[in-house]
Each structure stands twice: as structure tokens, then as C-alpha cells.
């Protein structure tokens, strides 16, 4: 995110909100700015536009882990065998 932030000479906080600004599926962000220039910085974020290339890095650098029981259903879904339906007569 530093090297986004750079490039567009910005502060990582700028881009990490304009990252997910970006999401169409988020209705409001909560900043929480502690003094007058950081709340700036914050409402400059809607001013930067993030490249679909610096999106979909962000988007990859940032993927959770599966959590319970999904890693357990990929991990037993891995090993088996898919079966052809067989409809009886």
C-alpha cells in the first residue's frame, strides 16, 4: 500500500479509504481522525482514484483466510472424487 501511496503521493490512510470506497458493496466508511489534518486527509480520500490494477493488488494482498468450518468443507471437498450421476431405470 506504500508504494500505491507514493505513487500518487498520498498517505497510506488516503488509500486504504479510497481502496475501500471503491467496493460497491460498502455503504459508509467510519475514519476515525483525531485531530483537524487527519480528518482532511480522510475526506481527501473520496478525491483519489485508485487504478483496477491497484485495486485488484490491494484486493489480493488482502484475502482472509477460510475460517471454520469453510477451510474444512475445501479441504474434504479436495480429496474426493467427483462421480458421474448415474439416474437408476
Not at 480528518?39 to 482472509?64: F, G, H, K, M, Y
Not at 474444512?72 to 480429496?79: E, K, L, P, R, T
Amino acid at each position: 500500500m506504500r508504494d500505491i501511496a507514493a505513487a500518487h503521493a498520498v498517505s497510506v490512510v488516503r488509500v486504504a479509504l479510497a481502496w475501500v470506497l471503491a467496493k460497491t458493496h460498502v455503504t459508509s466508511v467510519i475514519v476515525g481522525a483525531k485531530n483537524v489534518a487527519q480528518l482532511e486527509d480522510n475526506l481527501a480520500a473520496v478525491d483519489l482514484t485508485l487504478s483496477p490494477e491497484q485495486i485488484a493488488r490491494l484486493d489480493e494482498v488482502s484475502v482472509l483466510p477460510a475460517e471454520y468450518p469453510g477451510w474444512m468443507v475445501a479441504m474434504q471437498g479436495a480429496v474426493r472424487v467427483p462421480q458421474p450421476f448415474k439416474p437408476k431405470d
